[in-house]
Structures are given as C-alpha cells and as structure tokens.
C-alpha cells in the first residue's frame, strides 16, 4: 500500500520542495504526445478560465461550513536513515471563510463565551496551528490572477480519468508573496483539480491539495497531504512531520433523518390468516400501538450526522453488520435490531450507544483483517449482550451547537463493566466463525500498545472510553502470542491511515476501497498506523455514476 502511496509523492510536493517552477522564458520539456495537444489548445483560455472559476468556487464556499480535520504525526530519524513518528497532534473543527484567508472553529469550543475568553480558549485548542493547514484549500483567496502571478505551462497529464493541463505557478517579483508550486487545471469546465507546492514569505508548509468533483461542475476541496523538513535548519533535510487533512460535510443540511425507523404503527388491526404462523400478532411491548420504533439511540445517531460526524448509512455499515450476525448466529444469541454505523473522524475508538455499535473511520482504516475487526465488534457486543450500553442511551434533550457536541456525549463505561464486557466478549469470539485467528488479533493489539506513547492522540477517542483502556479482548493473550516482527514482509499487524475507507465530502457516504494489495519490497514500507500521502484516482461525476472511484 504504502509503494502505491508513495509513488506519486516526488511529483506531488516536487514542485514546492524544489521551488524552482519553470521561468517565463523558459519552457517546460514537452513529449511527443503534449506537442500536438499544446497546438490545439488556447493556454490562455485555460488560464483565464480557471481564475474565473477559482474566484467563483470560493465565493460558493462562503456558504459552507463544512468540517476539517488534521491529523499530524512528528517524525523523528531511525538509525537505518528512516523516520518514525514519536507523537503526534489532531484537530477538529469547521471551515469558515472570513475575509482573504481561511478560518478554523474547533468543536469543543463552548458558545457565548465573550470575545476575550473565547480568545483563550482558542490558544488552549491550538486553534491557529488548524487554520494553517487549513490555508492549503485555495492556492491564494484574495490575488490568485495574472497580475499577481506568473503562470508556465508544463504539460498535460491525466490525474485518473480527468485529462489536465499542469501549470508551474509563482508570484511576481513585485508582489514577493503568495503560492508558489504547480496546479493542475481540468479539460472540461477548467476547474483547479489539484495544486501542490508551498507559500513564500510567511511560516507556511509544503503541501499536495486535492478535489473531487461533487456538485455538478463544481471540484470542491477534499484531501491535503502535508509535509515538511526540519524549519529551524535549512540543511537539514530530516523529516519533521507528516500530516493528513480531510474536508467533509458539505450538505450536512440533508444528511439523512434516522427517523426511517420510527414509522408508526397502524392503529387498525389488520386482517390475520390464523392458518398462516407468520401473521401473529405477536409483537414486542415496546412496538405496541401508538408508540413507534424510534429508539434513544436513533436520536443520537441522528444528532451526530447532522454535525457531519456521523457517515451515511451504506455499505460499510452492511459488512460490519454482516460479521455482527456471524457472532450472533454462531452464539445462538436472539437480540433484534443490533446496528452498525462509522464514525467519520481518525481518532481510533468504538463504542455503543442502546443496541447500535458505531466504530470510527480511522480504526476501520487501520484494521489488517476480517478477523481482527470481529474482535472488536465481539468486545462491544459484549456490552450489549450484558446491557451496560441500555444505561448510556440518552436521549438528545435540551439544545447545543455543534462545536459543543463532545461535552455533551460520553458513551463510555467503567473499569468493571469494561472488565466484564473483555471476558464476555472473548467468549463470543471463541465461539465464531473467526476462532482460531487470535494470533492476527494479538499482534494487533501489540501494535497499538507498541505505539501508544509516540501516537497518544491517535489513541484518545472522542466519545468512548479510549481504545487501549477498553482492554480490548486480545489484550489478555497478549503475551501468548508471537512476537512484533517490524523487519518481516510477511507480518502485518496494523495498516497505515487511509488504507481501507474512502469519504464522499458532500453526501459523507464512505466506501471499501477495492484496490489490490501491494506486494511490499521493503521493511520500511510498512508504517503501521502511520501517515501516508492522498493519491485519489479522479473521476467527473457523470463518471462516478458508472464506475465509483476506489483509489485514495
């Protein structure tokens, strides 16, 4: 996976590490197949095009409050010439466009605070490192035309199935500032579909920004992979850190309304054909006439999409309940209407909340197998199963804002309970279609032990109890099993983030990527749990209808 991830990384962040784009006078290497097409193409109107659009796109923006999340991992040198990350940063907010500049609201920021106390509160969060990764959404909001930059053709280049035409860009010498590095400008409507490169002039990072077309002719941004080299030494070229930006959330406005369970029962008594046992009118209490099924935790559910936390219900959520029913058939367990659903953020954490398990994205990404995602699903199913999770079930009663959603939402229990849900849970496993595949689960759970000082933010979660205190159900065993071998091919204990799950930033559906797995070449190449580069095959939406996009 990472060979894949890492291939298109020196064209990606070239241009803005180098910071030697192509100069008016001169031109960029053409090939064989870019001459003919240069002939047949007006640049100009490429150009003239896309600055149109881009002004256009952020005035769309204004409009949205989509989320943002950074997740960031520190390097530090191996003594084999590699990196590693030795801790790590997250944040979490929504997008606001104010004036010329982007702007980050952390969630977890309380409401009417005065202005002054409101200023403390977002030193506290760290707020201001957030709105600098968050800079990379555009490449300049307020001067990016041609009397402020200087554009050179270097190429066309398709970038999955959308045929572009790449720029080296670079801001005049009178102006001295601004974005400097390559874009790429789609063939069709002349969209800025990725640009790459870095800021000069002020503390900025170098960057590779992405878009998917999501609304009409419109490419909104989706994906920013950072990276960046020691800033205090400009020799030395050691890694500093690493970083994943995701925008998601965009038509949070029609999320989906959970309350397609709740359809009310009839208050008729319906015709009964007592030769046929299916028609019996036995129903549970809780489903009796005047009442719906719309349960506590539907509410919650709901409450959590609508902030744009929560993924739509799709396809992921069908194969975690697909491995729930193995538990349940294979322990001959009769509890009705258990759920999955996924939540959108990285932070590794799962937890219940009534009869609906909800895992997060970034654990679904990391897990190596089948196998080991069983194993979580057995230990919260345990909790169920038990009925710890009918006691944190509550029901969304009086109103708060989005940003103030985590003070108000714990789902978490005590040691005791997660003590008893641990044991419960591996006897569920022991009895499953998965028994005998505890070794892959131990050496999951070392991994995540192995990692937990250097990534303790990867480690927090945001709703439940975090995920190494919850024991886990192979954390018991852990010390049966064979041991982490970081030099072998041939163990894989956790995946990097990004290997497994794709978001659409508009309708927040996620999906499995389908991409074949990379024979790896190299130990390095591993990076469990670690940061990799976005590299989406790009597609229009007319194309996406007939074939989903797979690749990220």
Known sequence: MRAVLLAALPA???????????????????????????????????????????????????????????????????????????????????????????????FGTPEGLKKKARKKVSKKLRVLEATEFAQAVFPDMG????????????????????????????????????????????DRDHNIVRFTGTYVSRRAFHFDSWRLN????????????????NSSDPADHTLWFKAQTRIWGYDVRNAGDQREFAKRLTDAAAFADPKRREASQDLNPEYSVGDTAYRPEDEVVERLQVAGLMASDGEVDQILQAVVNNLLVTN?????????????????????????????????????????????????????????????AAVVGDRFSDLEIFSHFKFR???????????????????????????????FAKELQARSQQLPNLMRAKFGNDFLSSHFIA?????????????????????????RITVDPWSDRIAMLKAKPVRL?????????EVTPFFPYLKRMDQQEKSPATSQ
């Open 12 to 106: 990606a962040i070239a241009a803005g590490q180098n910071a030697n784009p192509a100069t008016p006078n001169q031109s960029a290497p053409q090939n064989a197949v870019d001459a003919p097409a240069r002939k047949s193409v007006d640049l100009d109107q490429y150009l003239d095009s896309a600055i149109r659009q881009e002004r256009s796109l952020i005035e769309l923006m204004r409009n949205f409050r989509p989320v943002i999340e950074t997740y960031i991992q520190k390097e530090k040198p191996d003594s084999d010439g590699t990196s590693s990350p030795n801790a790590d940063e997250y944040f979490l907010g929504r997008l606001e466009l104010t004036g010329n500049s982007p702007s980050v609201r952390a």
């Open 413 to 443: 229990f005590t040691a005791e309970q997660e003590a008893e849900a641990d044991k419960k849970g591996f006897e569920l496993y022991a009895k499953s279609p998965y028994q005998g595949q505890q070794g892959k689960v131990e050496l």
């Open 214 to 229: 999501t609304l009409g002719v419109r490419w909104m941004p989706a994906y920013i992979y950072t990276q960046e080299s």
């Open 521 to 529: 070449d190299s130990p390095a190449e591993k990076i469990p749990l």
């Open 143 to 186: 001067h990016f035309d041609r009397q402020n930059y200087t554009f050179e053709f270097a190429r066309f280049e398709p970038l999955g199935d959308v045929r572009c035409a790449a720029f080296d860009v670079k801001p005049r010498e009178d102006r001295g500032r601004g974005f400097m590095g390559r874009i790429w400008i789609e």
């Open 475 to 499: 954390m018991q065993v852990a010390n049966a099993s064979e041991p982490l071998q970081p030099k072998s091919l041939d163990q894989v204990a956790a995946l990097p983030l990004g290997s």
């Open 332 to 392: 001959e367990l009769d509890i009705a209407a258990v759920r999955c659903r996924v939540l959108l953020t990285t932070p590794l954490e799962s937890f219940v909340v009534g009869r609906t398990i909800i895992v997060s994205r970034g654990l679904l990404d990391i897990l190596p197998d089948e196998a080991t995602l069983a194993a979580v699903l057995a230990h919260e199913l345990a909790h169920i199963v038990l009925k710890h999770s009918i006691e944190n």
